[in-house]
């Protein structure tokens, strides 16, 4: 199993060369296992260019695309890219979007709200691909969705309106995907739900958006600090951790910066492994 991450802010995209290093898009990241069709992680802007990629290697097959995804929230960053997913204007490509129940509505037409004139130039209906929805309520009990010989378990998490993490396991290993998670005020409680999605992961893709000090000044803002991160990974066992959704004021030096200061807080919350995930870096799990 193999992670490659497309897309790693959070908010919004941004784009200057003070970004050129870790990348400004927003959250997308493609699971890769062995004989299964593409799973992604989110539709943020990132998803534009996994589009791209995907097509190029299917044109040289002439075979459409089949792929799922998992959608952890509505968002404007978690799915803006998606009317920008290059196979979605292939007649004969499907995409399975696996997502949180809304209140407002069937999820497939809460997103076609968001998809239409005057917000953009042309409605969901007219994509050439088949896009179908999967609503997953996790809010009373976990879900669990079978993709070929991929587990994926989902629960509801803290943060802004029903949000879930993902637990994926494949070829005998297991990676956490939790973009957007809400600290407590404390910062030392985790929710028991998120606790059972990372015990023992190979890989947890965590939510550090902001240093300490911005917690204090946005506490109920819906994220995670670099220490909350490791606290979370260090608490479950958790082998790897990857830091996330990074604030799009962040500049490539800043997050330099919170990646050396989690590394040196690293032994104590016994993390034997912290990076922060950048564009177009993968991480190979490898097969158990």
């Known amino acids: 199993m193999r992670a490659t991450f497309y897309g790693v802010r959070g908010s919004c995209p941004c ?16 699971v890769s296992v062995e004989d299964e069709p593409p799973l992604l992680l989110d539709l943020g802007t990132g998803v534009r260019e996994l589009g791209t990629v995907l097509s190029r290697t299917l044109r ?13 929230h509505l968002h ?18 499907r995409l399975d979007v696996y997502g949180p129940s809304q209140d407002s509505g069937p999820l497939y037409d809460v997103l076609a709200a968001a998809v239409k004139p005057p917000f953009f130039p042309i409605q969901m209906g007219e994509f050439r691909g088949d896009l179908r929805f999967h609503e997953l309520d996790a809010l009373t009990e976990p879900q669990v969705v079978e993709l070929g010989s991929i587990t994926v378990h989902a629960r509801t998490i803290p943060h802004k309106g029903h949000t879930l993490g993902f637990r994926v396991e494949a070829e005998g290993r297991s990676l956490v995907y939790l973009p957007d998670h809400q600290a407590p005020v404390d910062r030392r409680s985790i929710d028991e739900g998120v606790l059972e999605l ?13 240093t300490d000090d911005e917690f204090v000044a946005m506490p109920d803002w819906g994220h995670s600090t670099v220490a909350y991160a490791l606290h979370v990974a260090g608490s479950a066992g958790v082998r790897r951790l990857a830091l996330f959704h990074h604030d799009p004021a962040h500049t490539d030096r800043q997050l330099d910066r919170m990646v050396a200061r989690a590394r040196r807080l690293a032994a104590s919350a016994r993390v034997p492994e912290v990076s922060a995930a950048a564009e177009r870096s993968t991480i190979d799990l490898g097969r158990a």
């Open 15 to 30: 784009s200057s060369d003070v970004y050129r290093r870790y990348g400004g898009n927003t959250s997308c990241v493609l």
């Open 60 to 72: 040289t097959t002439g075979v459409p695309l089949e792929a799922n995804a998992l959608l952890t």
């Open 76 to 93: 404007y960053d978690h799915i803006l890219g998606l009317p920008f997913f290059l196979p979605l204007q292939d007649p004969g490509s």
């Open 198 to 210: 990372c015990e023992d992961a190979d890989l947890l893709i965590h939510d550090a958006q902001f």
